[in-house]
């Protein structure tokens, strides 16, 4: 059953399809064991954007005022698709990674765990 | 019409046959259309009503008897608020931190408030017994009473302080206001049954007191008359509103024996949706109150895991459980508040309300009421926020959240079983992704996607374009897009919102009253 509906074959519009985003389509970013940026960020991206853009400029960007941002290597993190891990091509883009419109993306930066520990 | 004979005295009708004329004598079977083309909207839910004529209002409430009981309470209303207002009653609170709650209130609750007699009104007209039609269109007058009073009790504070100058404007537009009008337009576009289940019964019944009892006596604790007053001025209106809800459940579960899975749907869905709702009150009590009255912690145990236990075993005879996911809530009671006040410290300069850390006696105060979490979890955050704040860079997050697309609340809630991890949860339909926050949202898209593939998220609308004044040209060199979304708000940016410490109203609570505009 997809709807209890007064008219039978109701069916609703998808408000938030990616032709509704002027050619970019939205990336939601999660860094694990860091809950002082209180929850996931959701940003526009174009769907060709590299991945190695996330790393090198995207994210740090986002997190800047956390004391771990600096700390964090790179090399060494943890990347999760949809909650399950992935290793993504840093050459490529963001549609060749499976990323799509609306992907989910977590991190996980070992030996970083928060403010004094508390995963904040 | 009764005119009275020459020389007669009219007969005087008693309560009791007053009550049945009006439920009973005014409905009739309609010949020209047939029932089912009058009433429309009673049937689609697949509820089934035998004998329309089984609904007994508890209160048995006559139109005279109605006016006469809300005029006497409007009098004494309108009295003690010009009497509040002549003597300048609003500097007798606790401290200008507090006026924070009454925006919070008039902003996300006195527009539900509104939505209620919209809702209630629309009820009245697509039941086809007229009991039920004229309960409903009490509570719809009642509703629209309620909106009123609490609009002329505040708008007293917008004389002295910011943040209060256009709720009904921003309900439809801000961010985090899409909490509370996606629960209600979530409920009034359902059908006349799920309304009543949702709102009399699992809002009004179960949940209310963790709305309203909080907020009335965080009022009185904190020295605001005015809200203490136009809060018992709703409180006997509430307590029939609840009575009416427990009727109105067991009306329809006595109905027919097909609609017990139907009810425990909603009940299950309506519980969770109310209960994240709620989200905005446990910061309220935990954080917004100089003064505190309990932990929202300790409201929890007491509205809920006692009284609503007690309930939801009566019910049990029924053929109905306890809400599912309840135990989720229990488990979430020691993080709520602070995973709330922290996402709202990070996008205050967003909302229209100030937010602040909290001082060392209220650090004190919350290791005391959570112990289990509050040293561990939260305060390395909250001092770490203050030292930043002390060294002048105040944080903020600069980044939309992700959203839950059911509570619409920012995807900050933690595992049931793991409170450093976020709760992700997610369902794949129409070849789209869609987000929840929890087992209970998920649960509630699963069941009706094509209702909630509409969500209007106000992230993905202002990523759109959806959120400009119009006339707004983004093209411009320099476009600050998250400015631009302030003023569409209607927001004063740089006066509503933001850090406390900061704000013109605590600089003016300390001008005109010489008091400290926080405590030590």
Redesign the interface.
């Known amino acids: 059953m997809s709807v209890v509906a007064l008219s039978p074959g109701y069916t609703g519009e998808i408000k938030d399809r990616v032709e509704n985003f002027h050619g970019k389509q939205l990336l939601f970013i999660g860094w694990e064991d860091h809950l002082m940026y209180c929850a996931p960020m959701c940003i526009p991206v174009p769907p060709d954007l590299p991945f190695g853009a996330l790393i090198a400029e995207i994210i740090p960007g986002l997190y800047a005022a956390h004391p771990d941002t600096a700390k964090i290597d790179w090399s060494r993190v943890v990347w999760l698709r949809s909650g399950e891990a992935f290793a993504p091509d840093a050459a490529k883009s963001l549609t060749d990674n499976g990323l799509g419109h609306k992907a989910l993306l977590r991190f996980r930066t070992p030996g970083l765990d928060g403010i004094n520990g508390s995963c904040s | 019409m009764n005119t009275p004979l020459a020389g007669k005295r009219p007969k005087t009708l008693s309560l009791k046959e007053n009550y049945a004329l009006l439920t009973r004598g005014l409905g009739w079977n309609t010949t020209y259309e047939p029932m089912d083309e009058v009433f ?2 009673d049937k ?3 509820i089934k009503i035998h004998d329309w004529n089984k609904w007994e209002d508890p209160f048995r409430l006559t139109m005279d008897a109605y006016w006469k009981y809300q005029g006497e309470k409007e009098r004494k209303l309108y009295a003690i608020i010009d009497a509040f207002q002549q003597n300048n009653g609003q500097f007798n609170v606790s401290d200008a931190r507090y006026i924070n709650t009454l925006k919070l209130f008039l902003t996300g609750v006195s527009p539900l408030e509104y939505a209620a007699h919209r809702g209630f009104a629309m009820a009245g007209r697509n039941f086809r017994g007229a009991g039920a039609s004229i309960a409903a269109q009490m509570q719809a007058i009642d509703e629209l009473r309620h909106a009123q009073t609490q609009a002329h009790t505040i708008s007293h504070y917008n004389k002295f302080f910011n943040g209060l100058h256009d709720y009904m404007h921003m309900y439809d537009r801000v961010w985090y206001l899409s909490v509370p009008k996606s629960y209600f337009e979530d409920a009034m576009t ?2 006349p049954f ?1 309304f009543v289940t949702a709102i009399s019964f699992s809002f009004e019944y179960v949940l209310t007191n963790l709305l309203f009892m909080p907020f009335m006596s965080g009022a009185a604790f904190n020295g605001d008359m005015a809200t203490v007053t136009f809060g018992f001025s709703a409180q006997s209106d509430e307590s029939r509103h609840m009575t009416l809800g427990l009727e109105v459940v067991k009306f329809i579960l006595e109905q027919d024996p097909g609609n017990i899975p139907i009810v425990q749907r909603w009940l299950d869905k309506w519980f969770w949706r109310g209960y994240r709702l709620l989200t905005l009150v446990a910061m309220m009590m935990d954080y917004m109150l100089p003064k505190r009255v309990m932990s929202w912690g300790e409201a929890w145990e007491m509205y809920f895991e006692q009284n609503g236990g007690a309930l939801f075993n009566d019910l049990s005879r029924y053929g109905i459980r306890m809400p599912k996911y309840h135990e989720v809530a229990t488990k979430e009671k020691d993080r709520l508040s602070h ?1 709330a006040w ?2 709202f ?3 205050t300069h967003a909302a229209v309300f100030h937010t602040w850390m909290p001082e060392d006696s209220e650090m004190k105060w919350l290791s005391e009421k959570y112990p289990k979490t509050f040293d ?6 909250f001092e ?2 203050r030292e ?1 704040q002390q060294k002048g ?1 105040r ?1 903020y ?1 600069n ?5 839950c697309q059911i509570c619409q609340v ?3 809630f ?1 595992e049931p079983d793991d409170p ?3 709760c ?1 949860r ?1 369902s794949d339909y ?1 070849d ?4 929840f926050c929890s087992d209970g949202c998920k649960d509630i898209f699963d ?11 106000p ?2 609308q202002i ?3 959806n959120c400009f004044r119009p006339g707004t040209d983004p093209s411009v060199p320099g476009f600050d897009p998250l400015l631009e979304v302030l003023h569409y708000y209607g927001f004063h940016v740089g006066e509503d919102g933001g850090e406390y410490q900061d704000s013109p109203d605590r600089k003016n609570w300390e001008l005109w009253t010489g008091k400290p505009g926080a405590a030590a």
Do not use: C
Not at chain 2, 376 to 381: D, Q
């Open positions: 429309p909207q689609f839910e697949g359902a059908g799920e995973d922290g996402a410290y990070n996008y561990k979890l939260y305060r390395p955050r770490f926020w930043q860079q944080f997050n980044t939309l959240p992700m959203l920012p995807m900050f933690t450093t991890k976020i992700y997610e129409r789209n992704k869609f987000h069941h009706e996607p094509e209702k909630y593939v509409q969500s209007w998220l992230v993905h990523y759109q374009g």
